[in-house]
């Protein structure tokens, strides 16, 4: 059983920052992937950035040069500082992890979503 909590999201003005974060626990042996994706209303689900076990990251053309995909290995937990928002990227940003668990089970788990609006 594993868990993704999100956090860092929030209200800020076009040219603010933000650091999302996303912790994973459970019965996790390891992480073969972890990203975060989001959507915007009306819109597909989206892949953002991603981090692999090798520490190879990638990012959507869209936010090259203003995001930035990081990982703490000790902490199961994966960051995306964000630069530069524009309103566009306004969307519920949600953690995504491909995780083998202690039993030898892989899975892919998303976290609730937070809410990242960006308006002035």
């Known amino acids: 059983q594993v868990q993704l909590v999100e956090s860092g999201g929030g209200l800020v003005q076009p040219g603010g920052s933000l650091r999302l974060s996303c912790a994973a626990s459970?019965?996790?042996?390891?992480?073969?992937?972890m990203g975060w994706y989001r959507q915007a209303p009306g819109k597909e689900r989206e892949l953002v950035a991603s981090?692999?076990?090798?520490?190879?990251?990638n990012s959507a053309d869209s936010v090259k040069g203003r995001f930035t995909i990081s990982r703490d290995n000790a902490k199961n937990t994966v960051y995306l500082e964000m630069n530069s928002l524009k309103p566009e990227d306004t969307a519920v940003y949600f953690c995504?992890?491909?995780?083998?668990?202690?039993?030898?089970?892989?899975?892919?788990?998303w976290g609730q979503g937070t809410q990242v609006s960006v308006s002035s």
């Open positions: 995504n992890s491909v995780v083998r668990t202690l039993n030898g089970y892989v899975g892919n788990y």
């Open positions: 459970g019965s996790i042996y390891s992480i073969h992937f």
């Open positions: 981090v692999t076990s090798s520490g190879s990251t």
